[in-house]
């Protein structure tokens, strides 16, 4: 691991983003838990995404279907089949078991652990496999799912009907994915275990180019309006090689982690594969018809793929910064995404009015607006600052002797460490404005 991601491998523990799944039994790899920051930033980035993707866009409508569905939808998908496999090898001498492709990407040859030779690689479904009903037997086999997408899929008409939308439209969905990913890895960034932001536009084919220009720009104007930097962004297509089965070009959009450059978000076409697919295994007619000509076609699919992890992952590393002249750790995460908006302290915790003045200040602003205002009054006010600007809280108020004479307070900026005074009564609207 790298030093960087150590550091908030740590810090996210120490400070509640993110545990290790079933800690106190030893762990299980590829699992994680979200401690009450996580869950703040992880909902945030998640309100974020469907903000842009259901209230800025046109003409999308958002799903929520079940994790668990008929094992026949997986075939259709082509996921039980070799196209959702990775090429697994295996260590003759210790029998540790790599990512094939990974290692030659590294342009290792022998076991990494041990120095022992290799099997040859063999593919490996990353499928869950699960069972349904009290018999435990090949007719009771399903999967959880690899992907939010099928569930869309599946839906289509009853989407169309019900919202009686006409193409171009899109359906969204968050959501939680399972797959048994051969190595797990990099913190959250590769898990067993992962959340899903996807979004599937439905297109007339000759429109389908279009769309993918259109979604790969939109993408990426997301994660820059959420103050990633931008020479940490690039979109990589991919090769014939790495096309998956369903995909007839996709672009991803890379993020330059502190282990490399690696995918966030993938943007695909996936032509007409999975309409006409479900329509086979369904028997359900799931085609459109050309008004004008009276031809039946399957409508294209541009869909846009990311993950709620890596995304928060991606904002955690770009956001960690050690500002060395003042001995401070900052997240400087977008006011959107921080966890909490504003720091609440009496300057002293011993002064009955001073606190009693600042429970007021800071019950009022939870009332006044949506958001986690949280209060802090451990320690010296030097030590307060310093932990909320370890956890990205954009802005601390003080409630100082002064508040009690003219009901002002202090506000000091995380990034620029400025301080001025300001009204109780223009709290609210502070906060508000570095929000939006
Ligand atoms: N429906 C298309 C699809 O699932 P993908 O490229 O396999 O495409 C899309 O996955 C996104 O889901 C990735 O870009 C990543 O953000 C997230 N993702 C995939 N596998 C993951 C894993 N094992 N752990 C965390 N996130 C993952």
Redesign the pocket.
């Known amino acids: 691991m790298t030093d960087k991601l150590e550091k908030i491998v740590s810090l996210c523990k120490r400070r509640g983003f993110v545990f290790p799944g079933s800690e106190i039994y030893g762990g299980l790899s590829?699992f994680y838990d979200y401690g009450p920051l996580g869950v703040e930033l992880m909902n945030n980035v998640k309100q974020s995404w469907r903000h842009e993707m259901l209230r800025r866009q046109d003409n999308i409508f958002e799903l929520d279907s079940s994790i668990i569905m008929q094992r026949q939808v997986w075939e259709a998908s082509g996921h039980t089949s070799a196209g959702f496999t990775d090429p697994l090898c295996e260590c003759k001498k210790c029998h540790r078991r790599y990512r094939a492709d990974h290692l030659e990407e590294e342009g290792i040859s022998k076991c990494p652990n041990c120095g022992g030779e290799l099997m040859e690689p063999r593919k490996f479904n990353l499928l869950v496999e699960t069972y349904i009903g009290p018999v435990k037997d090949d007719s009771s086999l399903t999967y959880l799912r690899?992907?939010?997408?099928q569930g869309i899929y599946v839906n289509y008409k009853n989407v169309k009907t019900s919202m009686s939308a006409e193409l171009p439209f899109g359906i969204a969905q968050i959501g939680k994915?399972f797959?048994n990913?051969i190595t797990?890895g990099h913190f959250?960034?590769?898990?067993?275990e992962?959340e899903?932001m996807?979004q599937q536009h439905f297109v007339k084919p000759e429109d389908a180019e279009r769309f993918f220009d259109y979604w790969k720009n939109e993408r990426m104007r997301w994660y820059l309006e959420l103050g990633i930097k931008k020479e940490r962004l690039k979109f990589h297509s991919h090769t014939k090689d790495e096309l998956?089965h369903y995909a007839k070009t996709a672009e991803?959009i890379y993020y330059q982690f502190p282990f490399g450059w690696h995918?966030?978000?993938?943007i695909?076409n996936r032509g007409d594969w999975d309409l006409s697919r479900h329509s086979e295994f369904s028997g359900q007619d799931l085609s459109e018809t050309d008004e004008q000509t009276g031809e039946k076609f399957y409508p294209y699919i541009i869909?846009t793929?990311?993950?709620a992890?890596?995304?928060s992952l991606a904002f955690l590393c770009d956001a960690y910064s050690e500002d060395t002249d003042n001995k401070r750790v900052v997240l400087k995460l977008h006011p959107k995404l921080a966890p909490y908006k504003a720091a609440v302290f009496p300057l002293l915790r011993n002064k009955p009015n001073l606190v009693n003045k600042a429970r007021e200040v800071y019950l009022k602003l939870k009332k006044d607006r949506e958001g986690p205002i949280v209060w802090d009054d451990r320690g010296n006010i030097g030590k307060r600052y310093y932990s909320q600007d370890e956890i990205g809280t954009p802005m601390c108020v003080t409630i100082d002797f002064d508040t009690l004479n003219d009901d002002t307070v202090t506000v000091r900026d995380r990034d620029t460490m400025e301080q001025k005074r300001v009204h109780i009564s223009e709290l609210a609207a502070l906060i508000e404005k570095a929000v939006k």
Do not use: L
């Open positions: 590829g690899g992907e939010t997408t994915a797959r990913e797990p959250i960034y590769r898990m067993r992962f899903q996807e998956a991803d995918e966030m978000e993938g695909h869909e793929s990311a993950g992890d890596r995304a």
